[in-house]
């Protein structure tokens, strides 16, 4: 682990019956020929609680921490050649949004009081990052309480002018359902949910944003228009005209970014979409016509609203990532044809 820190990686691979690996600005390395003992490891790793969660579901979400690497998220599982163990490693500063290269147009974010902003992206994309760097901002900026509820708690934040409440599910709380229906007796300016990941959860956080509250949270979209239909599609037919109301009155802005490998491999570098509100989003949302969204963030270049492909051009016309690595994550490939061409 203290090696995956001194390298800049972001995940460490124990595998039983494998080499330990890394993963090194996004490409997996071995950083170990001998295979660890990854049972005997990952018992001594879990405590009572969790050791009954993965005795029975066969896999469990945990954070642990190292001293000289810093804080992990872990992900303990069993698998075909026994049990296996990921860990991300979590930054021990709170980064900024000028270090994470995002757009200073999401410092918006930060000055609204209520509705709801989703930060959007696969697995390992900076999603916890971002969020991280948004609440610090605001933390150094205004007294507000904050309310976070993970699975597991990953960046910790240190109480400036705002007052942070931390809490973690199966630690201090059972469900980040329970947590969310408790959240509004609990005198919140916001609320921070690590992910929205079944419909009770969105439902809650759409009502506690209709109410008043300013919700941050994250979904495993790659796109703000399939955010959007992603939250209305988890409720049944005769749910979704209810729900595309809530949304279309709390939602206040998507952000969604994939990581890219940088071209002189020092690491990697965020491409980008971001959507904010407007009364046409709302009219949009409320008729179901997501498809509608991508020239609404071409016409609204001015605010600073942009779409991945564009975000992806501009990294590999400036010589940030490669022209091959943004053909990969692009939408419409033959905008970027000459990229590959050329290079």
């Known amino acids: ?10 995940d460490l691979h124990l595998l039983e019956g494998l080499p330990a690996k890394a993963r090194l600005h996004g490409v997996l390395e071995t950083i170990a020929d001998e295979s660890p003992d990854t049972a005997a490891w990952v018992e001594g790793l879990l405590d009572e609680r969790h050791r009954g969660i993965f005795a029975s579901a066969g896999e469990t979400d945990l954070a642990y921490e190292v001293e000289d690497a810093g804080r992990f998220r872990v992900n303990v599982f069993r698998h075909h050649g026994g049990i296996g163990a990921i860990f991300r490693i979590i930054p021990q ?89 408790s959240a509004a007796r609990q005198d ?20 506690l944003a209709e109410m008043g509250m300013l919700v941050f949270s994250t979904l495993h979209t790659n796109s703000a228009s399939r955010t959007i239909d992603r939250i209305v599609e988890v409720f049944s037919d005769d749910q979704q005209t209810q729900v595309r109301s809530m949304l279309a009155g709390s939602l206040q802005g998507v ?3 994939v990581l890219c490998r940088a071209i002189d491999g020092s690491g990697r570098v965020p491409a980008t979409e971001l959507l ?52 990969r994550k692009a939408e419409d490939k033959s905008r970027f044809l000459r990229f590959v061409d050329s290079s």
Do not use: C
């Open 93 to 181: 500063t709170i980064p900024t949004i000028d270090e994470l290269h995002l757009p200073q147009e999401v410092n918006r974010f930060t000055s609204l009081s209520s509705g709801l902003v989703v930060i959007t992206g696969p697995t390992g994309s900076g999603k916890s990052s971002t969020l991280a760097a948004l609440l610090d901002v605001i933390n150094q900026r205004e007294a507000r309480h904050i309310i976070t509820i993970e699975d597991p708690v990953e960046f910790v934040h240190v109480d400036a002018k705002s007052t942070f409440t931390q809490r973690e599910v199966g630690r201090d709380t059972e469900s980040i359902a329970d947590a969310l229906r």
């Open 255 to 257: 952000l969604s970014q």
């Open 276 to 327: 904010f509100t407007s009364t046409a989003l709302r009219s949009v949302i409320r008729e179901g016509a997501a498809h509608k969204i991508e020239s609404m963030m071409q016409a609204g270049r001015s605010e600073g609203m942009h779409r991945m492909d564009d975000s992806l051009f501009l990294l590999a016309q400036e010589r940030a990532i490669a022209g091959e690595e943004a053909y």
């Open 188 to 207: 919140p300016d916001l609320l921070l949910v690590g992910e929205m990941r079944d419909r009770e959860t969105i439902h809650l956080a759409l009502t």
């Open 1 to 10: 682990m203290r090696e995956l820190a001194r390298r800049e990686g972001s």
